[in-house]
């Protein structure tokens, strides 16, 4: 049984990724700040300081696939970059292979074009975290070793907010946001997470950021 060990698997996608991998028989491990309230049968949970190498390197050990569905908030504002620089790292050496979840900011909005973040309406309160994640994908794409990695970046209405249900039919894409005939960008929490886990499963994007909506 292979595993997978998310960093941020409480959170909104972490936690849709674990309940996925979990249902396809994964041995599922979530490392968070804190323990959840609402914990998923069957995953194993551990908490501890994510800016603490030992964290990372016990994050790493042990894993098949690390997933990244961290969210540069908090603590992680200004941080994630590194950390998430780190945990590559650490992932190159063991041979584990790496997925993160980015999000849609860094996305253009046509082949060529500008990106959703550098539009006039994108959300101010949302701009630093489009950004940071961005960062992210330029380091991981700027990698000249063998590192496994892979990008996803979600529809743009992709939240909380928006859990919406699982329908099992979506789109994948590159660097361009999808959206459908109204020019609407969404996809549910667990869609997204059954493409994520299809990627971790088979193998189609290594080195490469995709994106996923209906």
């Known amino acids: 049984m292979a595993t997978i060990a998310i960093l941020g698997g409480t959170g909104y996608a972490g936690s849709h990724i674990a309940a996925e991998a979990l249902s396809r028989g994964f041995h599922v491990v979530s490392w968070s700040r804190s323990l959840p309230s609402e914990p998923i049968e069957g995953v194993t949970y551990n908490h501890g300081d994510l800016l603490n190498e030992e964290v990372l390197r016990s994050v790493v050990d042990g894993a098949d696939v690390v997933v990244g569905a961290l969210s540069p908030r908090g603590a992680l504002d200004g941080s994630l970059r590194f950390l998430y620089s780190q945990v590559a790292d650490l992932a190159q050496k063991a041979g584990v292979r790496l997925g993160i979840v980015g999000g849609a900011g860094s996305l253009r909005v046509e082949e060529g074009g500008r990106t959703l973040a550098s539009l006039p309406d994108f959300p101010e309160e949302f701009r630093s975290e489009a950004g940071q994640l961005a960062a992210v994908l330029e380091d991981l794409r700027s990698r000249s070793d063998d590192l496994q990695w892979f990008f996803v970046s979600p529809a743009g209405n992709f939240g909380s907010y928006n859990p919406g249900t699982h329908t099992g039919h979506f789109r994948l894409g590159g660097d361009v946001l999808l959206t459908d005939e109204n020019g609407v960008s969404e996809i549910s929490g667990a869609d ?23």
């Open 192 to 214: 997204f997470a059954q493409a994520f886990v299809d990627e971790i499963e088979t193998p189609t994007h290594t080195g490469q950021r995709f994106t996923v909506a209906y």
